[in-house]
């Protein structure tokens, strides 16, 4: 078995037994010499009756062929399970599900394979566990839920309120085995699985893969946070799509798949957009995305840009600082010692650090200005460092991935709970989980160049049980915030047209093209 799940054929290569495989239904895939072949499960028999004796079955494989052998019962009618749901029942707590928890519930219930891909804010949690709830009544199965640690807290709530048992897992450590009873795997923050060649993706797949596996519906706000459709194609494999069975086709047919030559060698090169129309149809069966704008009645969110002006002294400073990064760029590249977008993302991130920097007196004239009005306040930022000066200038609360899990929902509640108008937080510690409804603005001392990222943040804010309208305020400074902007919105376009309800024109450049078109003009 290979990490992901797959039944591996290795073999010193002869062309008979070669021949034999490529006839073998389910199709499998050569992966070159050195890895030998790959089937599905469902090969398995075929497998048997072509190879015979002549290959050793490893245990491992032998497990999973019996449990594929003796299949469970098949699982009731789609209109029983509704039935068993109870949809419209008060749950515990005294909360009603929302009518499109409840839609989406019945959505997954028809579904074996899915993905739940709602905004942020909408109850994608409490839409999965209604949809379990009725499989646990109806087929007796387990649920198994895979979700950052930081949320485990929520979703034991939100069982808790339905009377649902869970078994919760964290993606840092998954199990290779799900019980022999059946299950049904939801998988929280599913974009977390969108390299395929990870170690946690693999683990993902072979949980998804496995023979007693009843249904598996993946949630995530942001299916594909890069605006790339090679991200997809994890969570493809994951519900047993059929563009998911020829990873080099959907590479070629969605990516722009080519080979290309660097440093003397030919490089796959499958980061690209193509055909993203068709994609669109092709997936939308087994996408749900529902926008907040036309499900709930919030208060607007606005968007405000902001652009700092330096003080004399400060241009200075700042322009110095960066024209020392610009000019050992440009020498490198003369030199023919830039090869790669990774330094480019060295470079530019180098930028915005500066600017993150020579922004803070802007940032925190504007903080004051709010807390003289008691307006609540949370700041975001890629870098601990600017975040801990305002801190320690104006008070409030810290949220980064420093500090223990504990001391975060301490952070959080305090914020909520109206003890503390400010909130400082990392995108990566305060884009994930936690609701912060409370705030009146949020400021984004800059921006990440993933779209997801940047909704993940506004929309920990953007929630059920705002009062007011919310106020996003973007701080630009310099051509560094300008590229990465232009990322952003470039990557939007691409998520927009494959799950959005607009059609749009794509025309994208690689991050080190675009960097040195703006080094070379700066």
């Not at 499960?41 to 245990?59: D, I, K, T």
């Not at 922004?359 to 807390?371: G, Q, S």
């Amino acid at each position: 078995m290979t990490s992901g799940g797959l039944i591996k054929v290795s073999f010193p290569f002869d062309a008979v037994t070669h021949a034999q495989l490529r006839r073998i239904r389910p199709r499998g895939y050569w992966r070159g010499s050195r890895v030998g072949w790959e089937f599905p499960l469902a090969a398995a028999n075929s497998l048997q009756n072509y190879l015979g004796n002549r290959f050793v079955v490893e245990e491992e494989l032998t497990n999973w062929l019996s449990l594929f052998n003796h299949p469970l019962p098949p699982l009731p009618r789609h209109r029983f399970l509704i039935s068993e749901g109870d949809l419209d029942k008060e749950l515990l707590d005294g909360r009603h599900p929302l009518s499109h928890q409840r839609v989406g519930a019945r959505w997954l219930l028809a579904r074996r394979g899915a993905v739940l891909a709602d905004e942020m804010g909408l109850g994608k949690t409490l839409t999965a566990l209604l949809a379990a709830r009725a499989m646990v009544r109806a087929a007796n199965v387990k649920v198994m839920v895979i979700a950052p640690v930081g949320l485990h807290n929520h979703w034991l709530y939100e069982a808790k309120a339905l009377g649902l048992s869970i078994h919760l897992q964290s993606w840092a450590k998954l199990p290779k085995e799900l019980p022999k009873a059946g299950t049904v795997l939801i998988v929280d923050e599913a974009h977390f699985a969108q390299n395929i060649k990870a170690k946690r993706t693999q683990a993902m797949l072979r949980l998804a893969r496995h023979p007693r596996l009843r249904a598996i519906w993946l949630i995530t706000g942001t299916p594909f946070k890069n605006g790339r459709p090679s991200q997809l194609f994890p969570l493809l494999a994951a519900i047993d799509h059929p563009l998911a069975r020829d990873q080099v086709n959907y590479e070629k047919s969605f990516c722009n798949g080519h080979w290309v030559e660097k440093q003397g060698r030919q490089v796959w090169d499958c980061l690209g957009v193509s055909n993203l129309s068709i994609l669109r149809q092709l997936i939308r069966p087994l996408f749900l995305s529902r926008r907040k704008q036309y499900i709930l009645d919030l208060p607007p969110k606005y968007r405000f840009d902001h652009k700092v002006v330096l003080t004399d002294s400060q241009a200075l400073g700042f322009d110095h600082r960066i024209d020392l990064v610009i000019d050992d760029y440009r020498r490198r590249v003369q030199e023919g010692l830039v090869s790669s977008d990774a330094e480019s993302l060295a470079i530019l991130t180098s930028l915005r650090r500066i600017g993150s920097e020579f922004k803070l007196p802007a940032v925190k004239k504007f903080l004051e200005d709010r807390l003289r009005k008691s307006e609540a306040v949370v700041i975001f930022s890629n870098f601990v460092e600017p975040l801990e000066l305002l801190q320690s200038s104006l008070g409030g609360e810290l949220l980064t991935g420093r500090q223990k899990l504990v001391e975060r929902e301490e952070a959080v509640n305090n914020f909520q709970g109206g003890s503390s108008s400010l909130l400082f937080a990392t995108f990566a510690a305060g884009g994930l989980g936690f609701t912060l409804h409370k705030a009146r603005h949020v400021v984004l001392l800059e921006r990440p160049w993933s779209p997801g990222d940047v909704l993940q943040a506004e929309d920990r804010c953007h929630r059920i049980g705002m009062d007011s309208a919310l106020n996003i305020h973007w701080f630009k400074l310099g051509f560094a915030d300008q590229l990465v902007d232009a990322l952003v919105s470039t990557k939007n376009d691409t998520i927009e047209v494959l799950l959005g309800h607009d059609k749009l024109r794509i025309k994208r450049q690689s991050l080190a093209k675009m960097l040195l078109s703006c080094v070379q003009d700066a």
